[in-house]
């Protein structure tokens, strides 16, 4: 087993679009890295090029120690499962599978007798006969790990793996594959739009925009702790609500002015945050999440009126209208823009009104109505602000 | 009547109507290859009669005894054109498939001017290369012989062939490619192992039009070859061509002869050159 290593890799396309701009990344061995970020921000072009399907334009790529940049696929010890599964069409499933070690030369009966261990792990042994074409989505999903999973490579690559299948059946293939990656301890990068993959199934976790590395960490800590706007507003579903708020002195107090209210910075928060006092008659991003909202009393935070409520069972998400502008720099735009290409509209029609709605999420224990007026508050140590100049957390 | 009775004489008359017109249609198309046929076993005497006979009432089947199926040389036109149909036919698939596969799948520098050249090898006719190619051809002592011949046909079938199977490569997933690679192939292992597989239908459909491309050469045979026994049959014809007077029976005898191994090649290959031409039209 290896890691992978990108060394100051930078990939430019023709027209000189640049697709990875000078990545240093280390996916330590053993470990399972997904790789997130918004459509044609270079996750998988960075996959392609450790499997050796694009070239590099500068920098280098390491598999353990070995330098593999001008190695060709074959030589990298790397086995991919791609979107579309590339399942060969004219092999039955036995085939499909055997194909990669018929190719490195291994004997019938070695082939024979792994193929048919690897079919048991899968659930695949009825279906050994059949052609891709008589296999459901998720069958054919196991095919396509199968096919991986027998050349006991040293990295396994996959890209957007699931995206094809139903939500429940993404479920279900999202914990087997944790826990075959697990079991067999082989380094595997993972590429993939869908937030809650990137949350749930990886070691690590590395965003991506236009071609650079944000921020790579534990899910927890990028959900914690973004180290910028980009990856605030990526990570967490319903992204993290982000307003314009210009910071005041007021004596010993430091104020966000947020519409007409003057709201007092508690000292947790500024405890947590103490360079925020440099950006004093600044304005900053302030960004809370929904569900470190805190519903308190007339006078006590920042004002709003219920604009929409929807109950998913077992919780509540309410859509509260205030006065304040939303930010919409461009790390933001981007990231509404991937969701929904209305919503970066959106956003700016409620920059130029000095409103926005912001989501909270509640229990649904919390009751609350359209048209009610209600008073928010960000629970102790759960705001975050961002440099609107740099888009860097403070 | 009622309106739907109406309506149903009037879907009946308008299936009439389109039954004949296509009856009329594929009359017209096969009518020169009965009159070939008929002409063929005709007494003399009715060929050049005004007005035509239509059906023959008087029968000859002289050519055939005694110069068709007994002089060897006609045995001979035909093997020749079948070497020829078939040289070409595997030759252009054998040089059109990868050069097709790379025009539709590889990252090429001009890659569009090269699809260009490669269509303006088609406006060329035949005769327009036949006095260059012999000149050539003579200098490399490739006249006069079945590579020349092959190599002749083949400017004008590769250029086809890549035309028709550079689209059935587009539609096979350039992913199949990759995912090979990564299994083990090098790019052309790839190519064989899976694209050729998956192609068949075009690559068939390709190697048909080449035979038939090169089995009913005129030009180049005429031009490239000066022996009897290298000609093709569309050049043997001529055999029956005098100064004065033209063997029609015999024209037309050879004419049918010949016709029966692309009919043949064409009525076993049909369900493979639809499937061909219409393959990859709707995306899996």
Redesign the interface.
């Known amino acids: 087993m290896a890691g992978v290593t990108f060394d100051r890799v930078t990939k430019d396309f023709d027209g000189g679009v640049r697709a990875v701009a000078e990545l240093e990344l280390e996916v330590r061995d053993g470990e399972l890295m997904v790789f997130v970020g918004p459509s044609g921000c270079g996750k998988t072009t960075a996959l392609r090029m450790v499997a050796g399907l694009e070239d590099a334009s500068d920098g280098d790529i390491r598999i353990g120690e070995r330098v593999v940049t001008q190695l060709d696929p074959r030589e990298r010890d790397i086995a991919m499962v791609f979107q579309n599964y590339a399942l060969y069409p004219h092999m039955t499933v036995f085939d499909n599978i055997a194909f990669g070690l018929k190719m490195h030369g291994v004997k019938r009966v070695e082939i024979d007798e792994r193929v048919r261990r690897i079919s048991g792990i899968l659930g695949l042994d009825d279906f050994l006969s059949r052609k891709p074409r008589q296999l459901s989505g998720g069958q054919r999903q196991r095919v396509a790990m199968g096919r991986a999973i027998i050349r006991e490579p040293h990295v396994f690559l996959m890209d957007e793996p699931l995206s094809n299948l139903d939500a429940r059946l993404r479920g279900q293939m999202r914990a087997e594959i944790s826990r075959i990656q697990r079991e067999l301890e082989t380094t595997t990068m993972y590429v993939t739009h869908d937030q809650v993959e990137a949350m749930t199934m990886g070691h690590r976790v590395a965003v991506m925009r236009k071609g650079q590395l944000q921020q790579v960490d534990v899910p927890q800590v990028l959900f914690d702790s973004p180290a910028n706007l980009f990856v605030a507003s990526f990570i967490g579903s319903p992204s993290m609500n982000l307003i314009q708020a210009p910071l005041e002195r007021d004596g010993d107090e430091l104020v966000a002015r947020i519409g007409e209210q003057r709201l007092p910075l508690p000292p947790e928060a500024i405890a947590r945050n103490p360079r925020v006092a440099d950006f004093a008659g600044r304005v900053v991003a302030l960004g809370i999440r929904p569900e470190h909202f805190e519903l308190v009393g007339a006078g006590e935070g920042l004002r709003g009126t219920v604009v929409l409520t929807e109950a998913l069972g077992s919780e509540r998400l309410i859509h509260v209208e205030v006065e304040a502008s939303p930010v919409v720099t461009d790390e933001v735009l981007e990231v509404a823009v991937d969701t929904d290409v209305a919503a970066a509209e959106g956003l700016k029609w409620e920059a130029s009104q000095r409103r926005t709605v912001v989501v909270t999420r509640f229990g649904v224990e919390v009751a609350a109505n359209v048209g009610d007026s209600v008073e928010l508050r960000a629970a102790p140590g759960k705001a975050y602000f961002f440099d609107l100049e740099t888009g860097r957390a403070i | 009547m009622s309106a739907h009775a109406e309506r149903r004489a009037s879907r009946s008359r308008r299936r009439w109507l389109l039954t004949l017109g296509s009856v009329l249609l594929i009359a017209v198309f096969l009518f020169p290859i009965y009159w070939m046929m008929a002409t063929a076993v005709k007494a003399p005497d009715q060929i050049v009669v005004y007005p035509p006979k239509l059906v023959p009432t008087h029968f000859d089947f002289s050519v055939w005894t005694d110069r068709i199926f007994k002089e060897s040389i006609f045995v001979r036109y035909l093997l020749n054109s079948v070497i020829v149909g078939v040289g070409t036919a595997v030759l252009s698939v054998v040089l059109a498939a990868p050069a097709a596969y790379g025009l539709a799948h590889l990252?090429i520098r001009g890659k569009g001017a090269l699809l260009l050249l490669n269509l303006s090898a088609l406006m060329f006719p035949a005769i327009m290369i036949a006095t260059p190619l012999f000149v050539i051809f003579n200098r490399l002592g490739l006249a006069n012989s079945y590579l020349g011949l092959i190599l002749a046909n083949s400017t004008l079938a590769v250029p086809f062939s890549i035309v028709l199977l550079r689209p059935f490569f587009l539609s096979i997933?350039y992913?199949?490619t990759?995912?090979?690679?990564?299994?083990?192939?090098?790019r052309f292992?790839a190519f064989a192992r899976?694209v050729v597989?998956?192609a068949r239908p075009g690559l068939f459909t390709a190697g048909v039009f080449a035979f038939l491309l090169g089995w009913g050469d005129l030009v180049f045979a005429l031009t490239l070859v000066q022996s009897d026994e290298m000609r093709p049959v569309t050049a043997g014809l001529w055999a029956f061509f005098g100064l004065n007077v033209t063997n029609w029976n015999g024209v037309m005898a050879l004419s049918t002869l010949a016709m029966l191994p692309p009919l043949v090649v064409v009525l076993f290959a049909q369900r493979h050159i639809v499937a061909g031409l219409t393959a990859g039209g709707v995306k899996e």
């Open positions: 990252r997933p992913e199949l990759e995912a090979a690679r990564i299994d083990g192939c090098t292992g899976i597989p998956l």
